[in-house]
């Protein structure tokens, strides 16, 4: 092995080397993230059915996906999806909600104030601030310029 060439180092290197099963993460995020999106299609169209507004039926429609999301990582659900499908659970809305729902699950021992509602934001926090901040400064800006 000391008087290998590069060509055969490289050939040593990819015999070793673990294959990529890039193809079939892509694939299992897209369809896992789509199935995630036709189930808030279907509840948003429910609710239009049963009469709501457009917005309201999109209000109804996110805070249903949070509840979901919330719900199937509070039954280990949520994160063997997400073995499975990669970034396709993260993507969609109730990815957030298992953001925000999992460290709270994970540091509940720890008490209801240091456990769970101090560690709940660990990952959504800087999104929701971020999101406070930046509608803050484009309604301003909205603002001025109207």
Known sequence: MNNMT?????????????????GTHMFRA???????????????????????????AGTATSITMVLLGALLTGLGLYDKMANYAGAGTLVPITGFANSVASP??????????????????????????FGTVASTVYGLILCLIQ
């Open 6 to 22: 590069n060509e055969e180092y490289s050939q040593y290197i990819d015999s070793i080397s673990p294959k990529s099963e890039m």
């Open 30 to 56: 897209f369809v896992v993230g789509g199935l995630i999106c036709v189930v808030g299609q279907a509840i948003l169209n429910a609710y239009t059915s049963c009469g709501l507004s457009t917005e309201n």
């Open 104 to 129: 709270a699950l994970e540091f509940k021992t720890e008490g209801f104030v240091t456990g769970t509602a101090a560690k709940m934001f660990i990952i959504a926090g800087p999104v929701i601030v």
